[in-house]
């Protein structure tokens, strides 16, 4: 039997893929080092085109909208690179203003309210056990006051600061490491951000190169897909979490509540991770107030059950849900797979990769029962 080139070609390309298979197999922890020593060098430049992808999305529309009638000066791109970073930092240090004295009060409240609180829940505790003798003997044995409290916690860190200086004095050694890192980082986004079209051009020529024009069709699709997606939930992630932050803060001030900036600002920021993050806000809220009032706690949360739904079932379908078209089985998939793979990180990018994998499978779904039912 006569074997055709063709044939010949894929046996090669089989045989080769085997060989390279098993040699990774064999050779798996040499592969791993050499990928974290490449991935170790690679890291502030991936984080710099993070950073510059996420900036990108506010610098666009100011370069677009603010100085549209200076369009092609060359001052528009670094004034808009500028304005942007300041406005970021702006925010930040608004942010930073407001929580931070909020929480010096609130831990002198703290420590005000567990004075009150610790030994109404001491006697609490004794009047519940007081049908045996031995628990209520332990309990009312117990100086539970905020003091005692504070000076447990005080030793326990003490204690622990000998056997956990080596730990301490390598997790600031990875500190140090990642803020260079991210020091890099900013200086390569701001590279990158200013040379964008070049940058642009130089990878569409490298694809023609290296591609035929109907794969170059489909990555550039693709490649489209991903930046218009991950764009837009970033945008619409952001816009979620101020109405909420703002929901809550109008109605904690109407209803009297203590904490209402920090928990707001809390809420807002938390409500960045999708899906759980607004109810971590919730969790240390209601802890916050019910050093105060438990009464009060009670009526937070129902509160924030309340926005919640709101929130759910109305403004999060129409600000986010159509920025990625998941449904929401596929969103909690996501957010649990990519918050076991990288945590915090990775619940905002696994959403929309998920997004756009599910909407490439459907549409080549689609296409393929098209040519089936025309068959």
């Known amino acids: 039997m006569d074997m055709t080139t063709t044939t010949f070609k894929r046996i090669c390309q089989i045989v080769l893929f085997t060989g390279v298979v098993f040699f990774i197999i064999l050779n798996y922890r040499a592969i791993g080092a050499i990928i974290a020593f490449v991935w170790g060098i690679l890291l502030p430049f991936v984080i710099g085109a993070i950073i510059a992808f996420i900036i990108n999305i506010p610098m666009r529309d100011i370069e677009e909208k603010w100085f549209k009638k200076w369009k092609g000066r060359k001052f528009v791109r670094p004034v808009s690179m500028i304005v942007t970073i300041v406005l970021v930092l702006l925010v930040i240090s608004c942010v930073i203003m407001v929580v931070v004295p909020q929480l010096g009060t609130t831990a002198n409240q703290l420590v005000k309210a567990m004075n009150t609180s610790l030994p109404k829940l001491q006697s609490y505790a004794e009047n519940f056990f007081s049908g045996n003798k ?94 218009d997606t991950f764009s837009s939930f970033i945008s619409c992630q952001c816009l979620e979490a101020c109405i909420l932050g703002a929901m809550f803060l109008i109605v904690l001030l109407i209803t009297r509540l203590p904490y209402a900036f920090l928990i707001s600002i809390l809420i807002a920021f938390t409500a960045l991770i999708p899906v759980v993050g607004a109810f971590i806000g919730c969790a240390v809220g209601a802890f916050l107030i019910l050093m105060d009032s438990p009464e009060k706690a009670l009526l937070f949360i129902v509160i924030f059950l309340i926005l919640q739904q709101i929130e759910g079932n109305l403004i999060y379908p129409k600000v986010v849900g159509g920025s990625v078209g ?50």
């Open 326 to 375: 998941l449904p929401s089985m596929w969103v909690l998939f996501a957010v649990t797979v990519g918050s076991s793979l990288m945590g915090v990180a990775g619940m905002l990018f696994f959403i929309p990769l998920t997004s756009v994998i599910y909407s490439l499978i459907k549409e080549w779904t689609y296409k393929r029962l098209k040519d089936k039912s025309v068959e």
């Open 134 to 227: 031995e628990i209520q003997a332990q309990i009312e044995s117990l100086d539970i006051n905020a003091n005692s409290v504070i000076s447990a916690v005080t030793s326990f860190l003490k204690s622990g600061v000998g056997s956990a200086f080596g730990s301490a004095f390598s997790a600031a050694k990875a500190a140090l490491s990642m803020m260079a890192s991210v020091a890099i980082g900013i200086v390569f986004a701001c590279y990158i951000l200013m040379q964008k079209e070049n940058l642009y051009r130089q990878v569409q020529m490298l694809i023609t190169a290296l591609f035929p024009e109907k794969i170059r069709g489909k990555i550039n699709y693709v490649a489209k897909k991903f930046s």
